[in-house]
């Protein structure tokens, strides 16, 4: 299948940018979970973000939940979560409708749907369709709280500013809650916003890298083939745009390390089985081992940008140059947070069902 | 489902490491496909590897074909192969049945299995387990190779000693060929295996990175959604034993790049349309756009050293220190390359059907 | 995954039957096909029927596409179908809320979901549910008919009256096109509604058994094991509310017969290969082998009966009698044609693709 | 996928008649369970039959488990049977290599796998395929008993002659429990032979009808739309050979009934909730009730019968006759039993899951 993801507990997207709606139907929640609404809009408005430094469209995107819960109740039955499009309009897309934008999925559009899929916006591939996803992954986060797990992730670098890594997982995590530039090190805000207006300046734009952690996950979850921990989770975080790599615990920086270094001692501490670093991230043979998971996910460079790039027209597949108009973000790590967040939530719930 | 992955090419991984077999089950290739019983085997050595950085296990590894095959050709049904373990026997572990081993599923896998798991050797565990992959993967990697695709993989870095990049992906694919010892730059072997040595005569081991280049993917592959080329080879490749991080194309480079350097311009070129550069490896939105695709693969230090470790007592969780004897491998990054082609092999294949 | 149906092209289902509104989610479509909104609107009408024999809720059924058609075509992206329910009051239910009604899921959804269901109207068991199937079902018709193959649905018996069983396959699928009481011997139409009004007299209600042929199935579809064309339809026909058996071809009536009068003699026909006779119904070994698919589904009466009926209180458990009132179908089966088309239609499309 | 069935247990068959070895992968059990190599032995030859009315082929039927079992118990990781084929040969099929047997699947598999399959002895379509799923069943049976759920098949009729059904449930499933011809009513055993011997002296073959019940299942299993028991049940056991027809409770009887009959009262009864009746066999809006669940499967006569039979040539597609010699029963129905027990077992345990 193709817009649905996971086992007990799944996620299916629908959706164009430009089309009546998009949404999401999440299926296989338990019944009896309380539905936040006001939970969801504040998690919907992380991913639209504000200020100088974002762009973003001026949707109200208010959640409808269509069916799935009944007296603020989950059912148990599927949750249809609507975001109706205020922008419709069928206008002149002009060259952006024949010319592929670099770093934009139009040219591999083209080729798999044959010129039939709506290109308004980017369609079903716009960043917009993410919506759907928080709105699913507000209710995951709610009931993975109930169970004592807490999801959450901070920019740990943008256009070349690093934050300080986790620390004490568990109040770092909970320091992260609702905050709309989400970093641990207060003091990097204003640094990496900085660096986002200087790009922004040029007609250009930054990528940055996003760390997660999951805190209170019980050890023994996930399996020793295909459906790892780090799998299932890299499986679902490739579909958050611009997501280009995905590593857990020490991840590439083990290339360089020893076996004596990188191994985790065990160690039994107040009456817990703890590990006395956390180079592995949480997981262990693909199972987590109780402590908190660790991974970061490196995000490319809003590819819209204004300056001139060189590139084809799709109709003849001759050699051109485009300019792109309109606004646009000149970072998208900020607001891929929520995302991040949603989905890992998802995942872990489903993991755990 | 737990040790199956794929959709309409589905490989299925049963067998522990001291058990009477190990194998894996193939479904869904089509009928009539060669199935070159000599290559199989070529690539069940590659897995196993040799020399003075090895030390494996010496099992002969024969792989049996026990269905799907008639007349030396796929028959469109499930394809078995099993390899039978010479080393089954129940002699005392001693203390490895109830020490978890730092860097070992040994903790994770007691907790989820209760104390019923198979634990000799690793049991399911084992790195043992991926030669059913190799197996399945040697008949996918035959099938692609009839479609124009072909899949290489090299040692980008080991022990803190880097071989060049991919350059001329096709030639560069094919000198990579049945190599033992599989770098670019082949000077930097010695240099490699020097590192290896070095860090065994410590009683200690490295990590290393794996690069992978696959040619001739057509565009249009791929869904904006879930089932993303990064999302589906990602989920498998974690399942290779050690791998710890995924990027594609520029990764996690990319945090630091703006967008004007990373947007890979389009360009016709003798009729096909190419990219300038390849900073997305081949992929994007998700899907294909026809250049090759390259990622790379973390891999950390073999866990097995012979240096004392810090550890518990699995039955009482009490602290206690461990001492690993017997044979094991100083680097496993060479071995993973084959593990690593296969699995991309056999999703790609997947994607494809 | 509980409320999704289909591999490579599926549908999900969501909703209540006094919710904000119903729908479905029909994913996997190529792109490109023509969406006849007129052709869906009237595959809709045919579901809720008319007349005396009917008392269908007064709802305008009007289905809202939100995504994946664009000019009128498929975009291959998620198809999601909207029909908002007119009825959302949250009146007083009286007893309906905690007595069991009997024939009804009432008490096996109160076990399930603990409560927490939202009972109003039957809740996501309404048969009004099957609106979203009817809706996507009629895409996958249209679908179909591009590949030339046709299905049909009659009324085979119907409160103890007969209609007479395909005869020439195609003609008779022609014949039944767009027919709201469905039946091949049309002389048998006013004699099922007499046996119908009977019924609805004495406050009762009817079974059934309804009759389906297709034609222009390619043979070599389908799976020896699991995945047979008998398997994946029957899968499907059992979500049909009230369908309680299904067989193929002969089916039951194997059970007395010779193999020298069940096995189907080969022909060579005009260039074809066909079989004399059809009592395996088109499938062999769980594959189609070229000639028409035959099935029949038995329909259960309807459980909603104005007669007294005794049950259980389900907040005490104690014994007790029902009356339900309101206005319920006294049979379902001419409604129920219109589903199992658009099931069947489902099911092979996604067999085909 | 193809040959895989389940969700969190899943089975794997695979294998042809006269290849190396079929068996099966059971996948998803916990770990723990005790399974009993004894009572997979005596499943297997219930399956193998003997005596005058049967002409099994004289395979010893050796169950090997080559993984997943420690000590006696499941370990929780992917259980693997191999039964090894002692027939090999690949001696001249003569005709039978490309004339189409009626009734069997050879024209289907060759339009499916053109040509490829490995034709000897029905390949892949073998009814010796269900050896696997018999050796998967037996231990998904003693799973099932730990949680105090009994599965029991018998021969509703054979050959014209008919038993009683069931009565008292949990005392005649017991009574069906290791009989080699499974019958209610001892005294119809003899009947029921005579009559397929009668076939037999005249080559021919008889079809039959078996009804199962299963005792012990808890309220609330099953889900609303798409995997509903019926649905589940019915898609597996589509893939037992020779099954045309499923029907649950009063099954296709339910199309001349009324509403007033058919209808189960609901009644609390010494602190349980029971129907007075049981038309439903089991089964409301897809969910387990609490009372036991009733089908039966109707199952054609043997295709192979000693009668010379019209047919086509694959190779010319031009007709011929054709009479297959060998042995081969003339009626499968009490062999296909054992194979309706294992398979209902393997479902409901999965649904339990």
Known sequence: MKNTFGSKIAVTLFGESHGKAIGAVL?????????DEDFIARQMSLRKSVGAISTARRE???????????????????????????????????ELAYKARPGHADYAAEIKYGG??????GGHFSGRITAGLVAAGAVAISALREKGVTVGTHILSCGGVRDRSFGDVKSDIDSLDGREFAVLDTSKEEEMKA??????????????????????????????????VEGLLSHALFSVPAVKGVEFGAGFAYADM?????????????????????NCGGILGGITNGMPILFRCAVKPTPSIYKEQRTIDMRTEENTTLV??????????????????????????????
């Not at 269509?66 to 975001?83: A, D, E, K, Q, Y």
């Not at 039939?116 to 916006?121: A, C, E, N, S, T």
């Open 60 to 94: 109200a995107d208010e959640v409808k939940i269509l069916s799935g819960v009944f007296n603020g109740r989950t059912t148990g039955t599927p949750i249809t979560f609507m975001i109706e499009n205020q922008d419709q309009r069928s206008r002149d897309y002009g």
């Open 116 to 121: 039939f899929q709506d290109f308004r916006g």
């Open 324 to 353: 792109i108009n309109g606004r646009h973000d000149p970072a998208i790590v900020h607001r891929a947070r929520v995302v991040v967040d949603s989905v890992t939530a998802l995942v872990l719930l489903d993991m755990l069902s």
């Open 258 to 278: 020893r076996g004596s270094q990188s191994n985790d001692p065990f160690r039994s501490e107040n009456g817990r089985v703890v590990t006395e670093t956390n």
């Open 27 to 35: 299926d296989g929640m338990p019944p009896g979970i309380d539905v």
């Open 195 to 228: 660096a986002i207006m200087a790009a922004k300046s040029e007609g250009d734009s930054v990528g940055g890298c996003l760390e997660t952690a999951v805190y209170g996950m019980p050890a023994g979850v996930g399996e020793p083939w295909f459906d790892t």
